[in-house]
């Protein structure tokens, strides 16, 4: 019987719920009139999202789907309608074609309705915005959803920017006491200063890491925790370490990281790690939440 439990505690943990107890919570909560704000970022930041509900509950907690039911048709009846005017004005211009890929196109949506679209932008350029999107267009279906989606990640992503000075100050903190070994190499080497933690903060380690595994940092993130993402970047040097260690300069370690993007299997387990040292560090406390949802 106890090896039945078990198998069934691992299947949901893979599948993404930890226990039908979490999901029929949420479930709850998803039907409540209008729907609790404070209670759904609960959810996100004390269990993991189970995959069949995440489109629902991030579009509500990103604001691109109201409260009260009764106006969900027609607020997303003006979302189309902006997004496709966008998109006419876009291909009348010929700022876009049928060759400009997605990631960009929505990118150039963001620019002309946030009035930065001026003549001969190059939309090719690094962009914390693209790369959020490439990692919603992987996750989800609906172009006009992942649109409003990304506009909502990108403001958590302006939030991030504006608590930099306190996260990377954190982040060596942190670091020194998770890991001295890995601090004290990278400050002897002096490569610490170089690294990109601004970028992979504020893109929420998007195009570091498979999309897969990233979401469920996503769901934090969606929730207000952004410190969850120190702890990210603490796990992927602590299950590089031996590689890390031997990295004598910025470019070996940057090579390093990079090498691991594409896998599942490794990203699966930062995240697993990141997220149970960010709990064992109070991440769960860190806007006074209750461990019970009621």
Not at 144 to 157: D, N, P, Q, T
Request: glycine share 4%.
């Amino acid at each position: 019987m106890d090896d039945k439990r078990n198998f069934r505690s691992t299947y949901y943990e893979k599948v993404g719920c930890r226990g039908v107890e979490e999901r029929k919570s949420l479930e709850i909560l998803l039907k409540d009139k209008p729907l609790n704000v404070l209670k759904l970022k609960q959810f996100c930041i004390l269990f993991t999202v189970p995959n069949i509900h995440r489109n629902v509950l991030w579009n509500f907690l990103l604001g691109v789907t109201p409260a009260y039911t009764d106006s969900r048709q027609y607020v997303m009846q003006q979302r189309i309608a902006v997004y496709d005017d966008l998109l006419r004005a876009l291909q009348v211009m010929g700022t876009i074609d049928d060759k400009t890929p997605k990631n960009r196109v929505l990118y150039a949506m963001w620019l002309l309705e946030t009035k930065q679209l001026c003549l001969g932008f190059d939309l090719q350029q690094e962009c914390s915005f693209v790369n959020i999107t490439e990692v919603l267009l992987q996750v989800f279906e609906n172009d006009i959803e992942i649109y409003w989606m990304a506009k909502g990640f990108h403001v958590l992503s302006e939030e991030i920017r504006e608590e930099m000075g306190m996260l990377l100050d954190l982040t060596e903190t942190i670091l020194e006491k998770e890991d001295n070994g890995i601090y004290i190499h990278l400050k002897q080497c002096d490569i610490l200063p170089g690294l990109p933690l601004a970028k992979w903060y504020s893109s929420f380690f998007s195009g570091v890491l498979s999309e897969l595994a990233l979401i469920r940092i996503w769901d934090k993130i969606c929730g207000r925790s952004n410190k969850i993402v120190i702890f990210v970047f603490i796990e992927i040097m602590r299950t590089l370490r031996r590689r890390v260690l031997r990295c004598m300069d910025l470019k070996s370690l940057l090579e390093c990281i990079d090498s691991i993007k594409d896998e599942q299997e490794t990203a699966d387990m930062i995240v697993n790690k990141a997220i149970e040292l960010w709990q064992q560090n109070k991440g769960h406390k860190e806007y006074n939440i209750p461990k019970q949802l009621n």
